[in-house]
């Protein structure tokens, strides 16, 4: 069975910063490309950060600069480090696990909700 487990979201003041995390389990972790999107209240969700099998990252504009994503391979988890964090960052963060070579695999977790306020 797989599960992908978000960890580390809550309550942040602007300016603050946050760890999430993703732990998975039920899959080979390093065949995947690992990712994190987020959906704010009446809008589509959308990529904030992946870092391929490599390790290669790619961020969305809004928080280039600001976000970190990373992988550790031996413990099957995936972190995004926020800093700076802006009210407009509030938003329920998803991992994504994605296997693009056969047989393809999409895997979502359960998300995590970030708030942003003072």
């Known amino acids: 069975q797989v599960q992908l487990v978000e960890s580390g979201g809550g309550l942040v003041q602007p300016g603050g910063s946050l760890r999430l995390s993703c732990a998975a389990s039920?899959?080979?972790?390093?065949?995947?490309?690992m990712g994190w999107y987020r959906q704010a209240a009446g809008k589509q969700r959308e990529l904030v950060a992946s870092?391929?099998?490599?390790?290669?990252?790619n961020y969305a504009d809004s928080v280039k600069g600001r976000f970190s994503i990373s992988r550790d391979n031996a413990n099957s988890t995936v972190y995004l480090q926020m800093n700076s964090l802006k009210p407009e960052d509030t938003a329920v963060y998803y991992c994504?696990?994605?296997?693009?070579?056969?047989?393809?695999?999409?895997?979502w977790g359960q998300g995590t909700q970030v708030t942003v306020s003072s």
């Open positions: 870092i391929t099998r490599g390790g290669s990252t």
């Open positions: 039920g899959i080979a972790f390093s065949f995947y490309a």
């Open positions: 994504n696990a994605k296997r693009a070579v056969p047989p393809i695999r999409d895997y």
